[in-house]
């Protein structure tokens, strides 16, 4: 199956999106940063067909972060088997963090979809134009919590995951 795979640090959003993507709760979501746990997988309807969605969760949080080596390995194991990468970011917080996942997942960016999450009003949508200026080339708005930007989101993973007419070599 595609698999269709969710990174980000801690307290972005991760399990509630994956929550909110699957449509029943089945993820533990936190509201404490920072807590571990495992990765998360489920098989998912979208569209006509089925892909799993997979909620990174714990490895990329803790102390040392993606870059304790043993971290980055796995998540960089979740992230080279990715057919879609939804890379998700707190509207309300940018912190160094971030950028280090936005640089390592640079050479990523062709199956890379910035989500930027927690845009829960009118207000934080203007604040969530700004990340448009990260070099990506797919932004969505989402509010996990509230289910905003939800439906362009899948729209967006199921133009990823259709193979172009005639192309290929
Ligand atoms: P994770 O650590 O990235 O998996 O993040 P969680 O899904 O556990 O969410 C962390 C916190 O952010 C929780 O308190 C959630 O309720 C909250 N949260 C998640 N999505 C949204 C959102 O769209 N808007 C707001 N305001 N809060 C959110």
């Not at 399990?15 to 449509?23: A, D, P, Q, V």
């Not at 998700?88 to 960016?109: A, F, Q």
């Not at 969530?128 to 362009?152: K, M, P, Q």
Request: charged residues 35%; glycine residues 10%; contains cysteine.
């Amino acid at each position: 199956l595609p698999r269709v795979v969710i990174v980000g640090r801690p307290n972005v959003g991760k399990s509630t999106l994956f929550n909110r993507l699957i449509g029943r709760r089945k993820a533990i979501t936190h509201p404490r940063p920072g807590v571990t746990r495992d990765a998360v997988e489920e098989t998912w309807e979208l569209g006509g067909g089925r892909v799993l969605l997979v909620d990174t969760g714990g490895i990329t949080s803790e102390r040392g972060g993606i870059f304790e080596p043993l971290v980055r390995e796995r998540a960089l194991r979740e992230v080279d088997r990715a057919d879609v990468l939804l890379l998700v970011l707190d509207v309300t917080e940018l912190v160094p963090e971030d950028e280090e996942l936005l640089e390592l997942l640079r050479p990523y960016k062709e199956r890379l979809i910035l989500v930027v999450n927690k845009v829960d009003n009118e207000a934080r949508e203007e604040m969530a134009w700004n990340f448009f200026s990260l070099g990506f080339d797919t932004v969505c708005f989402t509010s996990a919590e509230h289910g905003r930007g939800i439906d362009e989101l899948e729209q967006e993973i199921e133009r990823r995951l259709v193979v172009p007419e005639g192309g290929g070599d």
